[in-house]
């Protein structure tokens, strides 16, 4: 009787310790990049000029993903920001085009730790994107803007390995929109007409059918204690065609930047020692 009375009583306290490291939140935190890119583009848009304008391209892109606080183990968010600017020549050397692009991206996954190395995540995304690609050789029509709202889909391949004792983080994530809206003129239509009020058929709806635009990224992380070094590749891969108008894109360029794990903490609630750290990435 008394040894049952002591199981009981060790059984009681294991489940009571369970409980309380359950009712403990975990902790989520941020895994934020700051890049820098620099490579090559090619931008032709039919309506500034039937040519093909390549030369450079450089950008700015800040990443931040977080696991989700619905279900941290298997939700993860992604927020994308990205500011692009090219500059082109055409095959003559006689004139020159400028391309400039803002992207927001949002998007959630679930993730499959399939290995304690390997993590697959796959789930939708949206995006607003915004630019301009601007030849001051058109006097009348000298500039095409570019709008789009759109969702689609994103995922990641995440592997952790070793070089020596160096940790090693490598990641592959494309990202593809599959329907939205997009902006684009009548052919010949002068946005000076646009702004006297000549409003139709400047919205059009946007699939990969008519409005192509997918993003690749390859990168690695190396660890260096807190704060990791990312040296990667990004490719786009643009079209659009619209009232007889057709854009192309193409960017490949070398990405590093510098990444690292951070925690908001709030001096009104402890952090406990029971919690678990669930990291978005790593």
């Not at 009981?8 to 890049?35: E, K, N």
């Not at 050789?137 to 391949?157: D, E, H, I, M, Q």
């Amino acid at each position: 009787m008394k040894r049952l009375l002591l199981l009981s009583v060790a059984m009681l306290a294991v489940i009571c310790g369970h409980a309380q490291s359950d009712s403990v939140p975990p902790l989520r935190p941020v895994t934020a990049a700051y890049m820098l890119q620099a490579g090559s583009s090619s931008v032709a848009d039919s309506y500034l000029s039937p040519l093909t304008y390549r030369g450079w391209s450089a950008a700015f892109a800040y990443e931040r993903m977080q696991a989700m606080k619905f279900d941290p183990d298997n939700w993860v968010m992604r927020l994308d920001t990205r500011i692009e600017l090219d500059r082109g020549r055409n095959d003559a050397r006689n004139a020159t085009t400028w391309r400039i692009d803002a992207l927001f991206s949002w998007g959630m996954m679930h993730r499959w730790r399939l290995t304690p190395a390997l993590t697959l995540a796959a789930g939708a995304s949206t995006a607003l994107d915004a630019g301009c690609i601007y030849n001051p050789r058109n006097s009348n029509n000298p500039a095409s803007a570019k709008l789009a709202w759109t969702v689609g889909v994103t995922g990641y391949a995440a592997y952790n390995l070793r070089i020596g004792r160096l940790p090693l983080t490598l990641r592959y994530q494309p990202d593809l929109p599959l329907a939205g809206i997009f902006f684009s003129p009548e052919y010949d239509e002068l946005y000076y007409e646009i702004y006297l009020g000549n409003h139709d058929g400047l919205v059009h709806f946007a699939w990969p059918g008519n409005r192509f635009a997918m993003t690749h990224l390859l990168s690695a992380d190396l660890h260096f204690g807190a704060t990791s070094l990312r040296l990667g590749y990004r490719a786009l891969t643009f079209s659009s065609k619209a009232n007889n108008l057709v854009t192309n894109i193409y960017t490949h360029a070398f990405v590093i930047g510098i990444t690292g794990e951070w925690l908001s903490h709030s001096q009104r609630h402890h952090l406990s020692r029971d919690a678990r750290i669930i990291s978005a990435l790593y």
